[in-house]
């Protein structure tokens, strides 16, 4: 499944997250969690923002999350999505987790957006092959 066109440039993996794409293209939707306090973070990073330990462990995402926020793009900011707009870009929250990630809904018509509808995590592919988390109205 893809929502964007493959020309769009995929994540690049850094040092810092690149635990979290390799964890993403096994299909596993996971964030860093701190072994000293246990609260997740995201996105990836080499200190917790909570206590500053640099001990970690990764946990998985629940399949579904809700929709904190969202913005609907009209204007292509990239000759890739010039005949693409508009699309959504979308904050989706794992509450129990506190931790949010930025995403695409990919079945759902701007005016179908609300605040807070619960969205079910699917998988796509970015045009260099990289997998990434989409996620689904329900
Ligand atoms: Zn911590």
Known sequence: MEYMPP???GPE???DDRGYWERCQQ???SFQ???????????????CPHCGSDQVTWVEAPQVGELFSYTIIHHPAHEAVRGRVPYNVVIVAFP????RVISNVVNAAPDE???GMPLRLVWGNAGNGQAIPLFKKM
Do not use: I, T
């Open 113 to 115: 957006l609300q605040f």
């Open 7 to 9: 020309d769009v440039p």
């Open 33 to 47: 969690a701190c072994s000293a306090c246990g609260k997740c973070r995201h996105p990836p990073g080499p200190y």
């Open 27 to 29: 299909k596993r939707l």
């Open 13 to 15: 993996s850094s040092f």
């Open 96 to 99: 129990d987790l506190g931790v």
